[in-house]
């Protein structure tokens, strides 16, 4: 038996200091050469559907004349916040148009905003389970500390292996490296809602479903918008790094610039990813805090409802506790 446990640890390869080698890297390496042999064809429809979503947005987005674009998302961030930020808006992004980086700028614009979807669709549920399920959250929370903590450079390598070079590959990169923000912000926003609201649904007879629906999200929609602000900055960021295994638009000529030397080029990329940074950054800021303000008037409101001593005198007059019941019926 010891010459046995002698032999078999030997075999055993180990590190200077005799700790033995633990092969995770080899490990995940054999587990996505098996996902690929097993289901390879799925990847590869996932892979298509991404490109030919991203390529229709693009060409939607380039579609237009560039100034006549600019109005357009002039308008948008008019409709978000108010004339100053529109003019803004149309400034730098004239400025793009200017370095000839418009079309690059569309390219990268329908990668972030596919990728951001995705992300939401994924990171929303998982945030309100975590919320709801404090096992959930436990599972939940060291995954994301692995996918926020993980150099963003790593991801690329096994999202190549999966969906090979070009854009699918990126897009999935970038669709990982900004998940977590969705799924913690929705988390902490529903989780930051006012056990007092809560009751007041419950005790209308609400089901958990119309709490969540009419009550928990509404109240959190502030803290959900911050995490769609943080999913968006962090999909822009990735999606110049997915340029190395051809992800396109400004990440592309980013990468053109580093293999050149071509300072020009790489400065002028640069300052358009600013440019859609801070569009991006200030419109959704914008939503976030209107959603903020009618969060906090809804919130007080309903505070109010709940303090009176009157009960029929609060369902004539209280428009909240109305919306309140016709939620929870």
Known sequence: MSTMFTTTFATVDTVESGVPRVPIGQWIEDGLDWVLDHAGDAFDAIANAMDNTSSALTDLLQWPPAVVMVLVLALIAWAAR????????????????????????MQ??????????????????????????????????PVMDLMQTMPAFVW?????MLFGIGVPAGMVA???FALPPAVRLTELGIRQVDPEIVEAGQAFGGTPRQILGGIQLPLAMPTVMAGVNQVIMLALSMAVIAGLVGGG????????????LDVALGFEAGLSVVVLAIYLDRVTASVGRQRKKTGTRRLSRLRRSRQEDDPPKISEHDEELNELQNITN
């Open 82 to 105: 108010n004339w100053r930020l529109a003019v803004c808006a149309a400034v730098i992004l004239t400025l793009v148009i200017g370095m000839e980086q418009w079309d690059n700028a």
């Open 108 to 141: 990268t614009l329908s990668v972030v905003l596919v990728a951001t979807v995705i992300a939401l669709i994924i990171g929303v549920p998982i945030g309100i389970a975590a919320a709801r399920w404090d096992g959930v959250s436990s599972i939940v929370r």
């Open 156 to 160: 690329l390598v096994p999202v190549v």
């Open 174 to 176: 970038t669709v990982i």
């Open 249 to 260: 638009g400004l990440g592309n000529a980013v990468m053109t610039a580093i293999s050149r």
